[in-house]
């Protein structure tokens, strides 16, 4: 029998129903009783993609480093800095971070 | 300062006019994503070197797009998803460069592990999402969902939930193939037996 793997990577893929993350991780904030937190739940019990892009995110902000990449991780922290060169946006007073462009990204094309 | 909610940090740097103070509060909010943002980076690229442009590359992008931030979702959840998505995009961008790529779907699956998953219709789609649902573990259904929907490589995969099995990721993946093989076998038996519609 041949071999498509469209058909898996549709039922993978996000449905029509499903909300961005950062949409439904604002609905899984509601109260329990809330409507917004009832349907997200009630989706999210039944789609395999949105509960894995909400455990991914908890991963994220739980940010919890397993022992053996512990050494990489301080590592590559040790090398990080926030962007630090601003300009002020002047109106509405609103920050705009502009930040310097690394070595890596300056040598790109446009 | 360690009190202060992340959008509350924002929120001074925003109202701040003198951009040394802007900085600062800027400087304070980032700086608590630095171990997480590098965390997610090696996650998906497993080697130092590259996680660490990769991670340098997110702080950037989310300091170029600090405006569209309106508070209508958390700021670590803004974040994530803009570090989710630049470094999806990377590893697509790694997969199609290689020199040898294969198809990221078509690793060597046994040839007994393979089936027919073309889908007619929409119906059918329905479908394989309720089989899914119903034969693969929780486990099964994150690897697949990251191979097959988001076109992960499964060595970003294996990192990403830490998976601590030998095989990693592909032993995860041959496992539910072999279930959704059984559970499309009988439903397309089934659909024989009632015949055409």
Redesign the interface.
């Known amino acids: 029998?041949?071999?498509?793997?469209?058909?898996?990577?549709?039922?993978?893929?996000?449905?029509p129903d499903c909300l961005?993350?950062?949409?439904l991780?604002?609905n899984m904030?509601f109260p329990p009783e809330s409507v917004q937190r009832k349907a997200a739940e009630e989706h999210v019990s039944?789609c395999?993609?949105c509960?894995?892009e909400l455990?991914?995110?908890h991963?994220?902000?739980a940010?919890t480093?397993?022992a053996d990449?512990k050494d990489?991780?301080d590592?590559?922290?040790g090398?990080?800095?926030?962007?630090?060169r601003?300009?002020?946006?002047p109106d509405g007073?609103?920050?705009?971070?502009?930040?310097d462009?690394?070595r890596?990204?300056r040598s790109l094309p446009p | 300062v360690d009190e202060q909610t992340d959008e509350e940090l924002l929120g001074e740097?925003?109202?701040?006019?003198d951009?040394g103070l802007?900085?600062e509060w800027?400087?304070r909010l980032?700086?608590r994503y630095?171990?997480?943002?590098?965390?997610?980076?090696?996650?998906v690229t497993g080697e130092?070197e590259s996680?660490?442009?990769l991670?340098?590359?997110v702080?950037?992008k989310a300091?170029?797009n600090?405006?569209t931030f309106r508070g209508?979702?958390?700021f670590?959840?803004?974040l994530?998803?803009i570090?989710?998505n630049h470094c999806f995009n990377d590893a697509h961008r790694r997969v199609a460069q290689r020199e040898h790529s294969m198809?990221p779907?078509?690793f060597d699956?046994p040839t007994s592990d393979?089936?027919?998953?073309?889908?007619e219709q929409d119906q059918?789609?329905g479908q394989?999402?309720n089989m899914?649902?119903d034969n693969?573990d929780?486990t099964e259904?994150?690897v697949?969902?990251?191979?097959?929907?988001e076109?992960m490589p499964l060595d970003s995969i294996t990192r990403?939930l830490?998976l601590s099995n030998p095989s990693g990721a592909k032993a995860h993946i041959v496992s539910a193939r072999r279930k959704?093989k059984t559970a499309v076998g009988r439903w397309r038996a089934i659909q024989a037996r009632r015949g055409p519609a």
């Open positions: 029998m041949s071999e498509d793997s469209s058909g898996l990577s549709a039922a993978f893929k996000p449905g961005p993350i950062d949409d991780a604002r904030d039944g395999a993609h509960r894995t455990a991914l995110l991963e994220f902000v940010g480093v397993r990449e990489a991780v590592w590559i922290e090398r990080l800095t926030t962007p630090q601003f300009h002020h946006d007073g609103r920050n705009c971070g502009r930040p462009m690394p890596r990204l | 740097a925003r109202a701040s006019s951009p802007q900085r800027l400087n980032f700086s630095h171990s997480r943002i590098a965390l997610w980076c090696y996650r130092r996680a660490a442009d991670a340098q590359e702080l950037i300091f170029q600090l405006d209508d979702a958390k670590s959840t803004w994530y998803t570090t989710r198809d779907l078509d699956m393979r089936f027919d998953v073309r889908l059918e789609l394989m999402r899914l649902q693969l929780e259904q994150r697949m969902t990251l191979h097959y929907g076109e990403l830490g959704l």
